[in-house]
Structure formats: structure tokens, C-alpha cells
């Protein structure tokens, strides 16, 4: 099976500033088949970003997503409150479907 | 708009059985894939079985194949998944999902439910 492993496991920013996340898999990802989930304490993941580099319906254009192959990688571009909150890269190329081990974006 | 909600989830001891329900609403149920995602206490997401929108397609992880059988009664919008010889490592909050498409070997997961939890426990 694909392993995805997503760094940093933390990131501490402040309101307003840069956000990169990576997830790097141990196989090739046929066609992109990347997603990208966000999610908030006590809630149900939320779709962010399919395909590698498509947003989700309803998804503010601060999220993009770009990589290709192995390496991926989730930005926003200024972050707003209510981004901080976990995510979790997917990969769907390739059964079976696997999940990174998340990364936590926190307040500085 | 796409509503999905989970329920069936309790406490089990282990080596019990429960049965989780998804009820699904605001689109063609029978066109999709849908899926069950766990999320272990304070852990990550696991994917854990998927079946496709005829229901003759199942897959499952590893970790549950042999204990947990995914069906669904397209007539009824209702997505199940039957949970037997239930361990503690079972534990977890159980979403369903579903998919873009049919596509149940390669699911990506749009929109969640809220999630039941289960305990197994003595």
C-alpha cells in the first residue's frame, strides 16, 4: 500500500501568514489522486482540495494544492482563524486508500 | 444538498457485534460508492471499507476483513456495516461517506456524516 507521510506533524503560525504543508508518498500517485481534508475539533473532516491541485466546491481560494508523482504540497496563503485546525492528505490512486498522519496547524 | 447520518454506535464488549446505519438523503444513492472512515481517539483517519453503488463491489482494510461486512439497500438510502468480533483497537468514531462517483476501489470522500462512536470495552 501507498504511505503518506505528511511534515511538519506541527505548524505554529500566526493570523495572516504562510502556510506549507507536505505530504510525500512512498509510490508514485497515479493521476494525481490527491485530496487534501481539513479538520476541526468535535467535527467530520471537510474535502479541501481533489485531484491534486482542484478545489473543492465552496473552498476559498486561499487553499491551493500543487505536486505531482510523490510530493505534494497544501498553501494557504494567509491564514484567517478559523483555519487552525488539523489536515490530512489522501491519496485514492491506488487501492487500498490510505491517509497521511495529519498535520496541526496552531496558533502561534 | 448531500445529508448523511450515522447511527448504531454504543457500547460493545469485546468480541461483541454492532450494526452501524447511514441514512443518506439529496442525491441518486444507488450512483455512488459509499464508505465507512474511522477515527481511533485523538488518532488519524483510517479508511475502512467501501462498497459500490450496486453493492456487488466490497473492499475492506486489513485490519477489519473477516469481522466487518459493508452492504446497502439502495431502495432504502441506507448504507450499513455489520461489526462483529469487535476488539478495543475497534474504538473509534465511524463516519460514512461518499464518493465522487462509483468508484469504490479508488473512493475519495465528499461530503462526511457527524460521525458515531464506538466503544469496546468491558
Known amino acids: 500500500e501507498i504511505v503518506l507521510a505528511q511534515s511538519p506533524g506541527t505548524l505554529s503560525l500566526s493570523p495572516g501568514e504562510r502556510a506549507t504543508l507536505s505530504c510525500r508518498a512512498s509510490q508514485s500517485v497515479s493521476g494525481s489522486f490527491l485530496a487534501w481534508y481539513q479538520q476541526k475539533p468535535g467535527q467530520a473532516p471537510r474535502l479541501l482540495i481533489y485531484?491534486?491541485?482542484s478545489r473543492a466546491a465552496g473552498i476559498p481560494d486561499r487553499f491551493s494544492g500543487s505536486g505531482s508523482g510523490t510530493d505534494f504540497t497544501l498553501t494557504i496563503s494567509r491564514l484567517e482563524p478559523e483555519d487552525f485546525a488539523m489536515y490530512y492528505c489522501q491519496q485514492y490512486g491506488r487501492s487500498p486508500v490510505t491517509f497521511g498522519q495529519g498535520t496541526k496547524v496552531e496558533i502561534k | 444538498e448531500v445529508q448523511l447520518l450515522e447511527s448504531g454506535g454504543g457500547l460493545a464488549q469485546p468480541g461483541g457485534s454492532l450494526r452501524l446505519s447511514c441514512a443518506a438523503s439529496?442525491?441518486?444513492?444507488?450512483?455512488?460508492?459509499m464508505s465507512w472512515v474511522r477515527q481511533a481517539p485523538g488518532k488519524g483517519l483510517e479508511w475502512v471499507s467501501s462498497?459500490?453503488?450496486?453493492?456487488?463491489?466490497?473492499y475492506y482494510a486489513d485490519s477489519v476483513k473477516g469481522r466487518f461486512t459493508v452492504s446497502r439497500d439502495n431502495p432504502k438510502n441506507t448504507l450499513y456495516l455489520q461489526m462483529n468480533s469487535l476488539r478495543a483497537e475497534d474504538t473509534a468514531v465511524y463516519y460514512c461517506?461518499?464518493?465522487?462517483?462509483?468508484?469504490?476501489?479508488?473512493?475519495?470522500?465528499?461530503?462526511w456524516g457527524q460521525g458515531t462512536l464506538v466503544t469496546v470495552s468491558s
Open positions: 485531484g491534486a491541485s
Open positions: 462498497v459500490s453503488g450496486s453493492g456487488g463491489g466490497t
Open positions: 461517506s461518499k464518493d465522487r462517483g462509483d468508484y469504490a476501489d479508488s473512493v475519495r470522500f465528499d461530503p
Open positions: 439529496g442525491f441518486t444513492f444507488s450512483s455512488y460508492a
